[in-house]
């Protein structure tokens, strides 16, 4: 809620930095080093992007070639698009860094042999700060937010580390230069190493959930103080109170609630998460569907907030222009948006290409039952031209909606990918080919996923009056969502044409609805008028 | 196309001060002071908006008050509320200010009249810029963006300036107190003084294109050389070969040629118009259409950009930060987005009535019969279900379906306002419940003269080569905009199940053919590299 650089630093030291070697490191690190990093003796850095691979990381170019001569790994940037770029806490304070390189171990011929990338602790500056030889330093320059933060990029220059800095966990490299690691894949070893980004992408979601809710309590109680037109006669109105500002800002408080519920899920199933590997691959999928839904909407919140209050939002005194450069790169950063959700709906591909493949003979026999079933009733007539508020206010008939748009676009993109895959197509070429189908999927699992938080979320609350508020921002939520995918809705004939106007005039009708509550809505972000630091809403 | 500070500076003392005192004023004050506008001698401020009126300008609240014993205008800001805000160039630079200020003039009985907001020249600094007695001014403080312009607040107390200083084209005071004015409505005399803002919407809409044509020109350029993921042993592919990614910027890109007819158009219009006053009034509604379109789109264009560079584009050295911060305000500044839009609906709306009042009997027989006419030929079964690309882009059929959008909507919202009134409703409560639907119109509207100005513009194309290249980008613009309004368009049954389904392959078909064009069509926008001013992109 407060300065968004301190959240990122943080999140670089603890989160990154502290947590790689929490998770990648073994016995001997956690001891050496965890309790220093905890107590901030040990500044550190998380150094995975280089300039050519911010996305692609399993082509990171930096090498750690090992000596066995004299037990070392020897670090080295062997090209300028291998440096490491946007390493956060590199700029000034770091001291040491985990840098991912690939990992080369020479073999009894003297022949290097490539491992694939790993991670290394690294020292950058020594005790007084100054940069250690073989390093080399530079600031990455004005940003458009997020200053705070010393960003910097990093060359190494055959830099020696003793062989226990590499961070063993999944991966050993003996004395005399032996290579082992529990993990056979080498495609598995990296995924598994890459999970350290989990936390990490639950804390930009849930920052991005903390912009979005300064934001929207910024713009809404200015908006209702500030009067603009009115009646012949008469005062001039709030311009909350106008159909178009509710229109603007309303669904969005609705998703800023729905985000809460989402969001608090997988971060509890995170920190709660120990036994089953299969849950932390769950959480790593839905960590990253949040993260993009969650940071979108953190970008569209801030910039309608800050469009609603007019003259007075474009003022840094009101906050939101610092709000607005801070956050804009959470969509881009632990994980671009785009990538992560294409990763998304590639992770949803095979888990139904796995559950077809599991399937004998009676389960395939009955899933096309099944499927045709749901079919009929899912695109029952009377369900898509149910006009009534009752109906478009249910949580069943929202949820339904969510899950067949999300499985709709399952089966049909695994049909338009086999297909291709079937006529010959490279596999990569069909997938350019499905993008923008797997991005639609993507998004309609993030936000059935969403949905779905929060309709529990409403049915857990035991609060008699707070319940209902509850379920008016959840049907707000859904049906907003709705009437922005309407056109596919009726393209599949699962939302009739007197449903779609139907759904607009619910949206209408619920932020009309709402307009009363509003402020209290976000009072109950309960964010303290110092963190907000906005005198046109304190 | 360069610093968007200097643009708004250069807009405020030639655009909205020397233009108010060439429009608003007669013979005696243009010999006076245009020469010293135009050499610089006299910078100038444009005073109209207050803290309490951004939009609603006609209840600004400061006053000028005829005292006919010293032939002056005494000028007063009455409360905190009634402070200039906002005021370019008044900060720092402006010696002088177009003041919006309600006339009084007391009649034969001392009691004072009023007239309405009229405009005064009313001198700020001295010629060592020291500030005048009775002025009071303030530095708004830091933005967003445009931190260049020294904008301002502005108090006045007991200011007193001699009676020439009235801007008299439209009204008089003479030297006995009498006041007079060619226009008789009140209404219509503040209007017609409104309408030295026309020069500025269309300037803004022409710099929100500019800023749209340098952050595409970036990101395009970024997006060919920047190679990430690709298949399987075989080199990296360029970002911009992923449709995910044209499918983010090439809309936009046609978007922008789109707007370049469009706004070019207008622009000529307003410098050629000189006669009949209808085609002013018709200029200003279409002003204020293109103003809110072309700055919304710069908006998204230039964030859609940002994102699209990821982290080089969060990087002030590569300029889109500066360009998205500087250029945040235009749509909220000179005339609110929204607030304009729903003004050209309401003039929509007006024109509509009139236009079925002037009709007699057979006029309006006839215009039911065409109108059901319409019907049939428009929502033709075979129209809605052709799915063939020919079909698709063919500029007659985008042009109906744009057409056919605008018109229903303004039938509707005409309905909707009727049953309301009929059914008693006040018209300021039934103006806020269609305000969403007259939104829609207006976009509509804005569109529909949008693709048509391109449309006229492709088929005056007389190069043989370039006619096609233009052509792909009318039909990329007009698809993605029926994608984007394919609920509505399929809810109308204007576009069938099947056709809904075709825009969305011809859209991705588009952005195919697009690729290997799209850096010749971000270079024809010829902007100089010192201009563009981003590494990445040069």
């Not at 290097?112 to 602790?121: K, N, P, S, T, Y």
Request: charged share 25%.
């Amino acid at each position: 809620m407060l300065d968004l650089s301190v959240v990122v630093k943080f999140g670089v030291q603890f989160g990154l930095f502290g947590g790689s070697i929490q998770q990648l490191g073994t016995e001997k690190h956690h001891a050496e080093y965890l309790p220093q990093v905890g107590s901030l003796e040990l500044p550190g850095c998380f150094a995975m992007s280089e300039l050519g691979h911010g996305s692609n990381v399993r082509e990171l170019e930096t090498t750690a070639t090992y000596d066995a001569d004299s037990g070392q790994f020897v670090i080295e940037t062997p090209r300028e698009a291998a440096r490491k770029e946007w390493i956060g806490n590199a700029a000034r304070h770091g001291r040491m860094a985990t840098v991912f390189a690939r990992l080369r171990v020479p073999d009894k011929n003297g022949v290097l042999q490539e491992h694939g990338v790993h991670a290394f602790l690294v020292p950058l500056r020594d005790d007084d700060g100054d940069v250690l030889g073989g390093v080399r330093i530079e600031d990455n320059g004005r940003k458009m937010g997020l200053n705070g933060v010393d960003n910097g990029r990093v060359w190494f220059d055959d830099v020696r580390i003793p062989r226990e800095n590499l961070l063993d966990r999944f991966a050993q490299v003996s004395d005399e230069g032996e290579y082992t690691s529990p993990i056979p894949s080498s495609g598995k070893r990296f995924f598994t190493m890459l999970s350290t980004l989990v936390g990490g992408r639950i804390s930009v979601a849930a920052a991005g959930l903390s912009a979005a809710k300064s934001a929207l309590t910024i713009a809404v109680r200015y908006g209702a103080r500030r009067r603009q037109f009115g009646p012949k006669d008469a005062p001039e109105r709030p311009i909350l109170d106008y159909r178009t500002h509710q229109r603007r800002l309303f669904p969005l408080l609705a998703e800023a609630y729905a985000l809460d519920f989402a969001v608090s899920d997988v971060a509890a199933r995170f920190a709660g998460r120990q036994a089953a590997d299969d849950d932390l691959r769950q959480v790593e999928g839905e960590a990253a569907a949040l993260k993009a839904l969650s940071t979108w909407n953190a970008t569209t919140t801030v910039q309608t907030a800050r469009e609603c209050c007019g003259g007075q939002g474009y003022l840094s005194a009101n906050r939101l222009p610092q709000l607005k450069a801070d956050t804009d790169v959470f969509t881009t950063f632990e994980g671009d948006n785009t990538v992560l959700m294409l990763q998304v709906a590639k992770g949803l591909l095979s888990e139904f290409q796995q559950e077809l493949q599991d399937m004998n003979f009676f389960g395939l026999a009955r899933f096309i039952a099944e499927a045709a079933a749901r079919r009929v009733t899912e695109r029952n007539p009377l369900h898509g031209r149910d006009t009534s508020s009752e109906h478009l206010r249910d949580a069943g008939f929202q949820q339904d909606a969510f899950a067949f748009r999300e499985r709709a676009l399952l089966q049909s993109v695994a049909r338009r990918m086999k297909q291709r895959l079937d006529d010959g197509m490279d596999s990569f070429e069909a997938f350019i080919e499905c993008q923008d189908h797997l991005l639609s999927l993507a998004k309609a699992h993030a936000e059935r996923l969403t949905l779905e938080a929060f309709a529990d979320g409403v049915e857990a609350c035991d609060d008699e009056e707070l319940r209902p508020v509850l379920a008016k921002l959840r049907n707000l939520y859904a049906l907003a969502r709705m009437e922005e995918g309407v056109g596919w809705f009726q393209e599949k004939h699962y939302v009739e044409s007197g449903q779609a106007h139907a759904i607009r005039r619910e949206v209408n009708a619920l932020c009309a609805e709402l307009r009363p509550l509003a402020v209290d809505l976000v009072d109950a972000f309960a964010i303290p008028d110092e963190a907000l630091a906005a005198p046109i809403a304190t």
